[in-house]
């Protein structure tokens, strides 16, 4: 077992993942993300994203291959060594906006602090902070089932965001907003992660959303792939260029 390289924040190697009923999620997949990067992973539905962004934070464990952290081997932790890890270090959001409705929208933002060990009052400045910038600081203080669905993925946002992680796993995070929600969302969120250093491995199947990224690695059938562009063919009738995937 080799360690990744030092200024690899997030490594992955040759992950493979097989669904309960036997179909392959991941065939091989090897990566790394550098610190401060936002990392898009992109591809069709069904083709592994939340698949991969499971297996690197630890929300499902490896079944072959090795994923690390900061140097730290991932794969070979336990149950709780995982979910403190991603207690601590970690950011999630999902692509369906969950929230607790026994909870305000800004206690279900300070919510992860609070688990922390954050005191009541800084975790309730943190979140009330980034609820502003998503534009819905005046539903702090409502029920998540008196917001919209877009407003509730905000507060969502918002609740990743709070505890400053060192890496944030977004799981189309923008699929239940407007083109124009969606936009001013991904601004905020790209910012915030350059402004504070915060790593992003991001799971889009939207060239627009994966345009905001540093980078992008493409998925198909859970494979890495590159696009290869053939050159022009002879203009010959009945014939066409093409592209394709590797």
């Known amino acids: 077992m080799v360690a990744p390289p030092d200024n690899d924040v997030l490594w992955a190697r040759a992950l493979h993942f097989t669904h309960n009923d036997g179909s392959p999620a991941l065939s091989g997949v090897s990566l ?11 591809g069709p539905r069904g083709s592994g994203k939340t698949t991969l962004l499971q ?7 490896v079944r072959r291959g090795e994923v690390w952290f900061n140097s730290v081997p991932v794969h070979t932790m336990g149950p709780l060594g995982r979910e403190r890890l991603r207690r601590d270090r970690f950011g999630w959001i999902d692509p369906a906006p969950v929230l607790l409705p026994e909870l305000n929208v800004w206690e ?28 819905i600081g005046d539903k702090a203080r409502r029920r998540p089932h008196e917001l919209v669905r877009a407003e509730r993925q ?17 799981d189309e995070p923008t699929a239940p907003l407007h083109r124009a929600d969606r936009a001013h969302v991904l601004r905020t969120l790209t910012t915030a992660a350059r402004s504070h ?8 199947h939207d060239a627009d959303t994966a345009a905001l990224a540093d980078r992008t690695v493409s998925l ?7 696009t290869v562009h ?17």
Do not use: H, Q, Y
Request: charge should be positive; aromatic fraction near 2%; hydrophobic fraction near 45%.
């Open 197 to 204: 250093g915060i790593t992003v491995v991001l799971a889009t």
């Open 220 to 226: 198909l059938d859970g494979r890495r792939v590159n």
């Open 230 to 246: 053939l050159p022009p063919a002879p203009e010959t009738e009945g014939r066409a260029t093409c592209s394709l995937s590797v």
């Open 154 to 170: 905000r507060a969502c946002i918002a609740r990743a965001l709070a505890p400053a992680p060192s890496v944030l796993f977004a």
């Open 108 to 135: 279900n933002a300070a919510l992860p602090l609070m688990l922390r060990g954050t005191s009541r009052r800084r975790a309730k400045t943190a979140a009330l902070e980034w609820l502003e910038r998503l534009d």
């Open 55 to 61: 297996c690197l934070s630890g929300l499902v464990p």
């Open 32 to 42: 790394g993300v550098r610190e401060g990067e936002i990392l898009a992973v992109g």
